[in-house]
């Protein structure tokens, strides 16, 4: 971790500390993935740390100090943790950029309230090899591509554009208007995944474990393909949907 004198965090780092965490945001010199800050810290310099927080599109989550002293490793963080991103993230127009230097039909997934690292970075890995063109994730109620993501996604992260977008539904609008088909997975899809053909311009919608994709990200979707299941247990860890998924994708280009 640097000091604080060095005043600068390397990537998928924490830094701690309230002012330590105040003059990095106020500096810009790392893209915040997020900052934690302790239930009931209060403060001028908190109100102010909030406040340039959400002029610089930083997600700000309160959580208990129990919480936050598990995530950044000590009790001497003063109610305030930075999460710095293992990456700096791209835009939704660049992501289409590459598929049109790349002379591809745009490949897209967007991730709709992953929060595990593990899965992300699975997911990451698994478009990697597929040859995804990028990854759309939500800013708020999901994780970012933080260190544990990095490391999950066994390098293949450094090759893989991601964005960040403040709203799924209007970046699936947007999208549309630019002739990308919208494919969600769902357990009620009316085709299985297997009978589409994904030769279009397309973008994957893959939901959380829990939650799956949501009824209105659903509503918005072109189609809607299921993975049909025999067992018992009711839902696929993401990262194995969405790679099941992926690779069906690139078995009907390559066909």
């Given amino acids: 971790m640097k000091t604080l004198k060095e005043n600068k965090i390397q990537r998928g780092e924490f830094l701690t500390g309230l002012n330590p965490v105040l003059e990095a945001v106020k500096k810009g010199e790392r893209n915040f993935d997020r900052i934690y800050i302790a239930k009931g810290r209060?403060?001028?310099?908190?109100?102010?740390?909030?406040?340039?927080?959400?002029?610089?599109?930083?997600?700000?989550?309160?959580?208990?100090?129990?919480?936050?002293?598990k995530l950044s490793g000590t009790a001497a963080h003063q109610g305030v943790v930075g999460v710095a991103s293992a990456k700096e993230y791209t835009t939704v127009d660049e992501i289409l950029n590459i598929a049109e230097e790349k002379k591809e039909q745009p490949f897209i997934i967007i991730l709709d309230g992953i929060d595990n690292p593990q899965n992300l970075g699975g997911?990451?890995?698994?478009?990697?090899?597929?040859?995804?063109?990028?990854?759309?994730?939500?800013?708020?109620?999901?994780?970012?591509?933080?260190?544990?993501?990095?490391?999950?996604?066994?390098?293949?992260?450094?090759?893989?554009?991601?964005?960040?977008?403040?709203?799924?539904?209007?970046?699936?609008?947007?999208?549309?208007?630019?002739?990308?088909?919208?494919?969600?997975?769902?357990?009620?899809?009316?085709?299985?995944?297997?009978?589409?053909?994904?030769k279009m311009p397309l973008a994957i919608v893959i939901g959380s474990e829990g939650e799956g994709v949501k009824p209105l990200v659903?509503?918005?979707c072109d189609f809607v393909v299921s993975i049909p299941q025999k067992g018992k247990v009711n839902s696929l860890n993401a990262s194995v949907a969405a790679g099941i998924i992926i690779f069906e994708v690139l078995k009907s280009r390559l066909a």
């Fill in 123 to 198: 997911i990451i890995r698994s478009a990697e090899a597929a040859g995804v063109h990028g990854i759309i994730i939500p800013e708020r109620r999901a994780v970012g591509v933080t260190d544990a993501v990095a490391k999950s996604s066994a390098g293949a992260v450094e090759y893989v554009a991601v964005a960040k977008v403040t709203n799924i539904n209007n970046t699936i609008a947007g999208l549309k208007e630019k002739g990308i088909w919208i494919v969600g997975v769902d357990m009620k899809g009316e085709k299985r995944y297997y009978e589409m053909d994904y």
């Fill in 218 to 220: 659903i509503k918005n």
């Fill in 42 to 69: 209060g403060g001028p310099k908190i109100d102010e740390l909030i406040k340039l927080a959400r002029e610089r599109d930083i997600h700000i989550r309160f959580e208990q100090r129990e919480v936050i002293d």
